[in-house]
């Protein structure tokens, strides 16, 4: 009788012995072969990790315990066993079951994978989740020797060794063992690494020697050594015992009682655990074995399944002020007849208020990658230091593990440069953004930043986030409002980047911070002739150029739209009505940024309604075509002609051209 079909959910499993076991894996294969002869797939690598998979179902708990697939494309076993068998005809198919791990589908489903070398960074955040949290699931991880290569993964391993997270990292090794295979030895020192005896004897031998009067702790330490030297010689797994990680291997991976023994007893050790588990690609479908390169997906028709089982970019013209520091954190240089700041910058007014935020809501913690000063996440570590994770310089890894433990159940706050925060696009992309998961990106040093030039300046952050679904954009118009919207972000269950400058804050008073609806601007000035519309704190230099073109007879309104995205549509529509030109503000590339989404907004207005079609759009920004080089920023606001007297010289610009075409509804961008 088949086992398949009358299993209802993973913990069947733990009713079934080694001898149904090991039929279970037969009739998975070939369910999984047949389907993908159809649907087309990824056959080899779901073939290899058949065992691997029941075992993990058997001995853990999901979803209770987490099971984080890393190269997703492994888990058409995992999806068999937990409920979509009936359904699984629908493999990759218009409202079927999807190639990959998708929350939607099942609550088995951790996370929305779909690139190698995400899970380790995941699975670390829902494991130091659980631990703020006091909870008690078991986490693991399965990902590949390939996987386990790239940068984020080598990230997260250096982050996981050096916090001891305790978590089960299954290395599924289908191709080449990572260090060569040493038999026996290699079995053995295993299985004393799984000794609890071991591992208590081990302890009662420190302390025994370090009670010897006077050389006991250099007996020790030779001691110690030499055991390392031992280690060193003999075990595969050093690379691994060096960061901190347990290392247990090579454990075969279709042998489905050698791995749940080993699985099982590794489950229960304290710290991070790796099980380096040798599979076959392809196991069971002679085909896929023989051509493990070309069985790796099978793609439509139907497979034969016969006898299965940058040009030089300058802004400024003038003198360059000189370079600073590449050491972020470190101050910037004293700038020569330029008064000294007073007002406290934004970043130390994000700081000051996340703290006052941590204080009620336990839940928030805080991420940075190697610059706890610069963006100030230092004072929250001093007063949180359990709470704050500093990874390096792994931008990367911060994101991704950020989404780990916001699926944990903590509101993460990533504060990072915008100009480094473009290293973890992917991840914003495809981690935090996919699984849709409440992740505060706090993106410091957005826009101009001066002297450290072409590389730091924060102008490309923007246009590439104001893509991507489910992430809300906003930035204040002054310190104050900073403050709100931290508190907005914080009180919403999406993706929320908030951007803000390293420039000095207005020096206003404080005010009780308020929760902003996501997309709602505010109008700040009225007028019949012009609209401006301004994002982050442009908007005070678009206010004092509007009141240097009233002196000239036209009547302009302003609006601080706060959100780049969503957009307060309704308001800007409201406004724009009758009026002969709507300008858009913003302190970073004009291509594909702020002002391109109200320009298409007023393009779907202009379409559906006549009022609009005699409006021109100006789009006011960085050139899109050229990097930006050092100098002050007030220098650079010079030259790129974004302080306010040149803000109201583009205004003046985009008016000459309309009277120059009279009758036509422009729509210019610089």
């Given amino acids: 009788m088949p086992i398949l079909p009358t299993l209802q959910e993973p913990a069947d499993l733990r009713g079934l012995d080694e001898v149904q076991l090991a039929q279970l894996a037969v009739e998975i294969r070939d369910t999984i072969v047949q389907t993908v002869a159809i649907t087309g797939g990824h056959l080899g690598s779901s073939l290899g990790v058949v065992e691997l998979t029941i075992a993990l179902h058997r001995l853990l708990e999901s979803p209770r315990d987490h099971i984080v697939w890393d190269t997703g494309h492994q888990a058409y076993p995992h999806k068999l066993l937990t409920g979509r068998l009936e359904r699984f005809g629908t493999l990759r198919q218009l409202d079927g079951v999807g190639g990959f791990p998708r929350r939607s589908e099942s609550e088995h489903d951790v996370f929305d994978g779909g690139h190698a070398g995400t899970g380790l960074s995941i699975a670390e955040g829902l494991a130091e989740a659980r631990d703020l949290r006091h909870g008690l699931e078991r986490v693991a991880v399965v990902v590949g020797d390939a996987a386990l290569m790239s940068g984020l993964s080598l990230e997260a391993l250096n982050d996981i060794g050096h916090r001891r997270t305790q978590l089960l990292i299954v290395l599924n090794d289908n191709e080449m063992s990572i260090s060569p295979t040493v038999g026996a030895f ?256 706090a993106v410091d040093r957005a826009g101009l930043v001066g002297e450290d030039g072409t590389s730091h300046q924060g102008m490309f952050t923007l246009p590439a986030q104001r893509q991507l679904p489910n992430l809300v954009i906003a930035s204040p118009k002054d310190e104050q409002e900073l403050r709100s919207l931290l508190h907005s972000a914080l009180s919403q269950d999406h993706p929320f980047a908030l951007h803000y400058p390293r420039d000095a804050g207005f020096g206003l008073e404080p005010v009780m911070p308020e929760v902003i609806p996501v997309g709602r601007g505010e109008v700040l000035r009225e007028g019949r002739d012009l609209l401006f519309v301004g994002f982050g704190p442009i908007v005070a230099r678009a206010v004092e150029a509007s009141g240097m073109l009233e002196a000239e007879g036209w009547s302009i309104g302003v609006i601080n739209a706060r959100f780049a995205r969503p957009l307060d549509r309704q308001l800007i529509l409201d406004q724009a009505r009758g009026k002969r030109m709507v300008v858009t503000f913003e302190e970073s590339v004009v291509t594909g940024g702020f002002g391109s989404g109200v320009l298409e907004l007023m393009e779907e207005a202009r379409l559906a309604d006549p009022a609009y079609r005699e409006t021109a759009v100006r789009i006011v920004g960085i050139p899109g075509d050229r990097f930006v080089d050092h100098g002050s920023v007030a220098d650079l606001r010079r030259v790129l002609r974004l302080d306010a007297p040149g803000l109201a010289a583009q205004v003046r610009e985009a008016l000459e051209t309309l009277r120059a075409a009279p009758g036509r509804s422009e729509v210019t961008t610089g």
Wanted: hydrophobic letters at 40%; proline letters at 7%.
């Fill in 186 to 441: 290699s079995k053995y020192l295993s299985q004393i690494k799984l000794s609890r005896t071991w591992r208590q004897g081990k302890s009662a031998y420190d302390r025994t020697v370090e009670r010897i009067p006077v050389v006991g702790g250099t007996v020790l330490e030779l001691s110690r050594r030499f055991r390392k030297s031992v280690v060193n010689f003999a075990q595969p797994g050093q690379l691994f015992e060096d960061l901190g990680i347990t290392y247990i291997g090579v454990v075969p991976g279709h042998d489905l009682h050698a791995l749940l023994e080993t699985l099982g007893q590794a489950l229960d050790l304290p710290g991070p655990t790796i099980v380096h588990v040798r599979t076959q690609k392809g196991r069971g479908f002679r085909p896929a074995e023989a051509d493990q390169v070309g069985f790796h997906g099978a793609a439509l028709p139907p497979m034969a399944v016969a006898g299965a089982g940058a040009p030089d970019a300058r802004a400024t013209a003038g003198q360059a002020m000189p370079t600073e520091s590449m050491t972020d954190d470190a101050a910037p240089p004293a700038r020569v007849a330029e008064a000294p700041v007073k007002h406290p910058n934004y970043t130390a007014v994000f700081a000051a208020e996340l703290i006052e935020l941590a204080r009620v809501d336990r839940r928030i913690v805080g991420i940075t990658a190697g610059m706890p000063t610069g963006t100030g996440m230092a004072k929250f570590q001093a007063e949180f230091p359990n709470r704050m994770f500093d990874v390096g310089i792994a931008e990367q890894h911060a994101v991704t593990m950020a989404t780990g433990l916001a699926m944990g159940g903590l509101r993460p706050v990533v504060a990072l440069y915008s100009t480094f925060l473009q290293r973890a696009f992917d991840q914003t992309v495809h981690d935090v953004c996919q699984n849709d998961q409440p992740v505060l990106i």
